[in-house]
């Protein structure tokens, strides 16, 4: 036992979790703390808004598989992180969200920046301590960083502003990470049966096998069985894409090869994915879900097995662990019937990938009705050409960041990686203003790679001003911003259901280019095809000089798919005066 002030405790159990960065935006409510985060070797980050500080937090956490730590001023500080703790729970990001709240001798008389800081964070967090006596600092400091790691999700770290100060006895407890298993025998041994028997399997590769390590173990299974592997949806960086029985990404503007071949699976290992809903709906006009394949799940959440998709196995394990279990087990029996069969699914997986590809070659441009109109005298780019410029560009060891749009989504089918930890999409939260701030918390994590964000204007607007950040912490990545003039993504609804009224869709905007130059950055506006790649790759560069780089891309205002065609349907009005609104 030591003495210390509680504000060294917390600072102390910080630096036991290996914490080296924290984001934030400064405030009187935690500054005993903060004073002493240069002398313990942390770095605060501040931010232009709490928001980007959680989404920073986010994104370094998604890059290192470390914490991401942030930190903000009781009450507005504290209620800006909550859009952004939403998104990191559903990207499983081991977020610890620093919550400093009223002081607890006034709590309750509705005095300065109060409200109750618990009750909103509740269905966001894994896990929420609160610090209920200062000497308990540093217990439930640690117990938020063991959680957010073991439950693979953001906690919050309640703490009311007056216990910081006073005097303690106490020792800064140990880091307790938690040692993950394959999963059961049974289950490994019915998994491992069903894989022996199948004559068409394929793998389903999740966030789970990347948060493990897995890619390895996964790539050795898929070897071993021949069998086609496709990321789940927005898990792009979850197999190599070079390598040859990666068939690329599931879900919305997914791969039309990977869909074709899974639809023909009669076992489905879907390894490390809670199968998310959204992430497996028809898409190309493909109903791709093998109805009648057998379907083994694995995941270190015992409440995802099931829960989307029925199954016949399901495996409560690690997924890297469990890849090498059911591997083991596979070389120990004695027929294995897709080796059977193995040259002509591979002919099948070659021919399928490189009729996609062609395909994506060719489709310059969207071809419904309102796409072919708008983009007729449109001297701007046709999205998709553009994404195929840029992927082509994209360098080796690139983090890219995508926001949620309809360009962005679009993008879906022209990012591949092939390593781990490079993808960072809004995943199932689907908040616009995702993806800015959080490439700049991955670059922060990881400053040697090269750092992108894709981004619509819309979205852009709500997420540009962390530009200052950039300039001011010297922390440099690229946008890249789909100057479209629209919310595109619900204008597409309105396309589609609601007879072409546009009713806030439309956008007016500044040359995004001038006003990244004005905040300090660089500004470049791109306006045509040859100068996507060159420009992509000259920014990127700029990043080893510590500069950032909005590259401002002119679009046309066609639209692909839509998100939600299942969500929607068409206008129905009774009130006469609403009669034409159909
Ligand atoms: C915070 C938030 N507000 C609203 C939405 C609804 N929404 C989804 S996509 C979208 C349009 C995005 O427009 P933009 O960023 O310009 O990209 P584009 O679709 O034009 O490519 C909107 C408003 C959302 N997902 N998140
Ligand atoms: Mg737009």
Redesign the pocket.
Known sequence: MALMTPSEAFVETLVANGVTDVFGIVGSAYMDALDIFPAAGIRFIPTVHEQGAAHMADGYARVSGRHGVCIAQNGPGITNFV?AIAAAYWAHSPVVAITPETGSNTIGLGGFQETEQLPIFSKITKYQGHVNLPSRMAELTARCFDMAMAERGPTQLNIPRNYFYGDIDVDIPPPRRVDRGAGGDESLDDAARLLAESEFPVIVSGGGVIMSNGIEACVELAEYLNAPVVNSYLHNDSFPANHPLWCGPLGYQGSKAGMKLISQADVVLALGTRLGPFGTLPQHGLEYWPQNARIIQVDSDHRMLGLVKQISVGVCGDARAAAGAILERLKTRERIAALQNKDQRAAQIKRQKETWEAELDAWAQETDAWSKEVSADDPNMH?RQMLRELEKAMPEDAMVST????????SNSYLRFNKPNSFFA?MSF?????AFPTIIGAKVAAPERPAVAY????????SLGEILTCVREKIPVTAVV?H?????????NQVDFYSRRFEG?N?ENPSFAEVARSMGAQGVTVASLDEVGPALRQACDEQKNGKTTVLEVM?TRE?GDP?RRDALSTPVRHLEKYKSYV
């Open positions: 859009t999205p926001d949620i749009g309809n360009i962005c989504s679009v809004a689907g908040n616009c203003g995702y981004v619509g204007d819309g979205a852009w607007g709500m789909f479209n003039r629209q919310w595109g993504a619900e204008k597409k869709v956008l679009c639209l998100f």
